[in-house]
Nanobody, 122 residues
Framework: QVQLVESGGGLVQPGGSLRLSCAAS????????MRWYCQAPGKQRDFVAA???????NYAGSVKGRFTISRDNAKNTVYLQMNSLKPEDTAVYYC????????????????WGQGTQLTVSS
C-alpha cells in the first residue's frame, strides 16, 4: 500500500508565501517523477510543477519565477515553495507521483494525494 499525504495549505494574504509538503509512504521501491497540480472550484485540474528523481524541474507558465518545486529523496517528500501568491492561486493542491512498489517493482503506478486547500485572500 502506497500513500501520498499533503500538508501545509492554509489562508495567506496576496503577496505572501507558503510551502506545501507531500510525503509518500508505504511499500515503496522507487519514486520517479513527482508533481503538483491544482484545481480551483468549477475548473479542471491543472499542472503546476514537476521534478524528476534526478532533480530536473518543469513549471506551468503561470507559476514560473514564483513557485519552486524540490524534493528530499531520503524522505520520499516533495515540496512546493510558493511566493508572491495571488488570489488566482486559490485552489486545492494535489500531489502526484510515479511510484514502483515493493510488490510490483517493474510496474510504475501513478498515485495521488487527497489535496490541501490554499486560499489567497486579504
Amino acid at each position: 500500500q502506497v500513500q501520498l499525504v499533503e500538508s501545509g495549505g492554509g489562508l495567506v494574504q496576496p503577496g505572501g508565501s507558503l510551502r506545501l509538503s507531500c510525503a509518500a509512504s508505504g511499500s515503496i521501491f522507487s519514486i520517479s517523477t513527482m508533481r503538483w497540480y491544482c484545481q480551483a472550484p468549477g475548473k479542471q485540474r491543472d499542472f503546476v510543477a514537476a521534478i524528476t528523481s534526478g532533480g530536473s524541474t518543469n513549471y506551468a507558465g503561470s507559476v514560473k519565477g514564483r513557485f519552486t518545486i524540490s524534493r528530499d529523496n531520503a524522505k520520499n517528500t516533495v515540496y512546493l515553495q510558493m511566493n508572491s501568491l495571488k488570489p488566482e492561486d486559490t485552489a486545492v493542491y494535489y500531489c502526484n507521483a510515479d511510484i514502483r512498489s515493493t510488490t510490483q517493482p517493474l510496474l510504475p503506478l501513478s498515485y495521488w494525494g487527497q489535496g490541501t486547500q490554499l486560499t489567497v485572500s486579504s
